[in-house]
């Protein structure tokens, strides 16, 4: 939280309420006096939810490596005029940083479009939503961080809600297969926000070419590894272009918001994409979602905004 100025010439001073409920009494505060931010977070969520349905799509029909390697490259041309727009600084310590987290973030989304194509969305989002927000969360305990109690409510409210969503006799084997892929994508995506959080604001969107672009290249060479095409084939590659424009279109909406002032509402508004996909993947590409599942998600979303409001 920013500190408050007083008023020219004022002497009052104002108490700070540090208690939990005082804490989400500011935040609530600060999501309803800051529609920009709130907007952007909106947009960021349906984005990420555009994206993530367009890569389960392609990922039924062909290899997801395939898809994600066509999205990468699509999302690496189209962030350099972004970078270029917003103004940002080349800077080699964030290039690399970026470079590197591209490296998890296509391993992440590969497995996890091949965890949604093989299960389902309702099983696969959320969980690899939750896992990416715990894996930083845990980075910093190890660093000598001490948990919130909000965090601490956070984990076990989400936690529980993935007993819910992971819960669909219809699917059999198919439940485990995408818990597992589920679960390695989140630790990929969590890995991947830890090196993202480490560039600096004055490199704006250069991280985020050398994100995609490393992505591009890790996904080519295992592409060529599995002997599978490196971009998707001519009738569904506009499966891939879209969804890498639906990403940045999801991290020019989060850059912005930063630059407003106000990350950590574009962060806890954006969490909620994991209902997008399901909504999205049961109304249009033959997903079933049961009304228990859906409690479900709801509560892994919750459980991750109370994270990062904490």
Known sequence: MEHESLPSGGTATKSLDVSPAGQWSDRRTEL??????????????????????????????????????????????????VAL???SSLIGRDLLSGAVSGVFIAGGLAVVYRGMALSSAAIVAPAAAVLAALVPLLWDVAGGTNLKALEVV????????????????????????????????????????????????????????????????????????????????????????????????????????????????VSVVSSTYPAVVAVLATRFDDDQIRWWQAIGIGGAIGGSILIAIA
Request: some cysteine.
């Open 32 to 81: 309803y006096a800051s529609p920009v931010p709130l907007a952007l977070g909106v947009l960021a969520s349906l984005l990420i939810g555009v994206s993530d349905t367009f890569g389960r799509v392609s990922s039924r029909r062909a290899d997801s490596v395939s898809h994600v390697g066509t999205q990468m490259l699509t999302g690496a041309v189209i962030s350099v005029p």
């Open 154 to 265: 956070g984990c076990g409210v989400a936690l529980t809600a993935l007993v819910l969503t992971t819960f669909n006799p219809d699917l059999g084997d198919r439940v485990r297969e995408g818990l597992v892929l589920a679960l390695a994508g989140g630790l990929l995506f969590g890995l991947s926000i830890v090196c993202a959080a480490d560039t600096s604001e004055a490199s704006g969107a250069w991280p985020a070419v050398s994100q995609r672009a490393t992505g591009f290249v890790a996904m080519t060479g295992l592409a060529m590894r599995r002997n599978v095409p490196a971009l998707l084939p001519g009738g569904l590659r506009k499966f891939g272009i879209g969804g890498g424009i639906a990403g940045v279109g999801g991290m020019i909406a989060w850059i912005i918001g930063g630059q407003q002032g106000d990350l950590g509402t």
């Open 85 to 87: 727009l917003l103004g």
